[in-house]
């Protein structure tokens, strides 16, 4: 992009050499720096409030020149994002000189917000899998969300979730000067006051959920308070004279490696030393039907993942060598290409981990890593298919773990009846529409929508969010799930979404398998669902139980959950060599 062209001349003659500026945007509570989940603060209607989450999407930078005249700055959006600390908005080549204010905007271009979601790369921080923040099928982005709970008079927690998102909440941030820039890097520290943000709003009066829908009140305060939370903390080089802005990542193959999935799915973040080639999934695939991967060569990885339900287990638990089973149920494999972690509680952080612990599991094939190697280095046949992989004949357990997870990744399933409906192949039955319609609609009593708000997490088209949450199911001390991983007391009781898609094929449900039909899931959330202080904000909002659905209301949602099922993805599945 030349900016120069747009420059007025007494802009220009101001100027001189380029730099590079890194806007670095701390959210901050009067105590100081944002802690999720920290202490609770107090707003002005004596409420108490804490915050879970913050993400948000920065676009469109520039600083105005001391005529008036604003000069537009280089960079593509940058997404924020408190839980990991993502905090960076790179700018891009900055005439040296002196400013008077800096403005960007929270929010998107239209032209930004309305791409195929699927055209962004897997590291861009657009892509709806590193974000989370696309508004699913009803297209755009969130600009920004807070959610979190908050308690009134009495001491029952509540939760909030205030979503910005639609072009006219796109809101600009300008933030006063000066501005002196130099030619050498420089970062500009700024504050994101949330206290200034909620300011003068009251959860009980004013609402706990907010879509940003045209002429929403709670949504128009929050606006307006936004373009007054921003300031300037400081403005300095940076001590090594490089730009803090992050490093490029490494080169990743394509997402066109993988068969299927198009239109609306983002491209998936593929793991750059383990290239798809047919011989390697093919070795993939005879292991994970291997019954030797057990102690007592009797159960495989395919003994316990099914194509019949979606490659999930139909019983609760799962049998392992003599007969022994863990406390969780199994999950399906699909789509795993765009999941970061693996198992309920994410303590595996790639799939050739989680491939090789199944095996050394006293519960499941209670056999060492050790050993398979052995018993597979004997065979020439697997020693033959391991050089066709690999280039030599050598089995190892890090080839053995690459091998399955070459195989799990090209396991997708994308071509659903919902699928075909969207593709405008065959219509959804009233029934089913309606379903749908309650799936993607927020529970908003004050203005009137009533929906089964699923699309909270099981949103765009994974049908998950992959996020770790308490669904408000009674927390267990025997397991509490993500917190066994994390230590984080913000995890207790939560465990990893699951997608939706084939949801009917996946009975039973929940990480413990208590749950034996969809109607039981429905009354969970609808009636069922238990408040603890880690229950998902989400769900936090709604009345005591859950969200009330009417008998026709849960009808309705399951029939649409019904048309997720993708039947050539379970016939299509290799069978055991």
């Not at 999935?261 to 798809?276: E, H, I, S, T, Y």
């Not at 699923?454 to 397991?479: M, Q, S």
Request: net charge negative; glycine share 10%; aromatic share 8%.
């Amino acid at each position: 992009m030349n900016v120069w062209k747009w420059l007025p001349w007494m802009c220009l003659s101001s100027v001189a050499t380029a730099g590079d500026l890194s806007l670095r945007i701390i959210p901050c509570v009067p105590a100081g720096e944002l802690k999720l989940n920290g202490a609770p603060l107090q707003n002005t209607a004596g409420e108490s409030w804490t915050v879970t989450r913050l993400s948000y999407l920065v676009s469109g930078a520039a600083l105005r020149c001391k005529d008036g005249s604003w000069l537009e700055l280089e960079g593509g959006p940058a997404w924020l994002n408190a839980a990991t600390g993502r905090n960076l908005v790179p700018v891009k080549n900055i005439q040296e000189g002196e400013y008077t204010a800096l403005r960007f905007h929270i929010g998107l271009t239209e032209d930004d917000n309305q791409l195929d979601p699927s055209s962004r790369g897997p590291d861009h921080p657009l892509n709806p899998r590193l974000n989370g923040l696309h508004w699913s099928w009803q297209g755009g982005y969130i600009f920004l969300a807070l959610e979190g709970m908050w308690k009134g008079r009495s001491d029952e927690m509540m939760g909030y979730s205030f979503h910005l998102g639609r072009q006219p909440f796109r809101t600009a941030i300008t933030v006063e000067g000066p501005w002196k820039i130099s030619a050498q890097a420089m970062t500009a520290e700024l504050r994101l006051d949330l206290a200034r943000l909620l300011s003068g709003l009251s959860f009980a009066r004013d609402g706990m959920t907010t879509h940003a829908r045209e002429g929403d009140p709670l949504a128009l305060r929050l606006q307006e308070n936004l373009r007054r939370s921003f300031s300037l903390v400081s403005l300095r080089p940076d001590s090594d004279g490089v730009s803090s802005t992050p490093a490029p990542a490494a080169a990743l193959l394509a997402a066109g490696t993988l068969p299927g999935p198009g239109r609306g799915f983002p491209q998936p973040r593929l793991p750059a030393d383990n290239p798809l080639t047919p011989d390697r999934v093919e070795l993939g695939r005879r292991l994970f039907h291997d019954t030797r991967l057990s102690r007592n060569q009797q159960i495989s990885c395919a003994s316990c993942h099914q194509p019949a339900s979606a490659l999930d287990d139909p019983r609760r638990f799962s049998p392992g060598v003599e007969g022994r089973t863990g406390d969780r149920n199994s999950m399906p494999l699909f789509n795993l290409a765009w999941k970061d972690t693996f198992f309920w509680d994410g303590r595996a952080g790639s799939l050739r981990q989680q491939a090789l612990m199944p095996i050394i599991d006293h519960r499941e094939m209670d056999e060492t890593v050790e050993n398979v190697v052995m018993k597979l280095s004997q065979d020439e046949s697997m020693k033959s298919a391991f050089r066709k992989a690999f280039g030599t004949p050598d089995v190892t357990a890090e080839r053995l773990g690459l091998a399955v997870e070459a195989f799990l990744l090209t396991l997708t399933s994308h071509d659903s009846r919902f699928d075909r409906a969207q593709r405008g192949e065959v219509k959804l039955t009233p029934e089913e529409q309606r379903g749908f319609e309650l799936f993607m609609m927020e529970r908003e009593p004050r203005l009137g929508t009533m929906g089964a708000d699923c699309f909270h997490c099981h949103g765009g088209a994974l049908f998950t969010d992959h996020g770790f949450r308490n669904n408000g199911l009674a927390i267990d001390e025997h397991d509490t799930g993500r917190h066994r991983v994390t230590g984080a007391a913000l995890d207790r009781g939560t465990f990893v979404t699951p997608s939706l898609r084939n949801i009917a094929l996946t009975a039973p449900y929940m990480h413990d398998g208590r749950f034996a039909t969809l109607e039981e899931v429905l009354d969970h959330y609808s009636e069922g669902v238990q408040r603890t202080v880690t229950l998902d904000p989400n769900l936090a909002k709604h009345p005591d139980g859950g969200l009330h659905l009417t008998a026709e209301e849960k009808r309705c949602v399951i029939a649409f959950l019904r048309t997720l099922t993708d039947d050539r993805f379970a016939r299509g599945l290799p069978s055991s060599p």
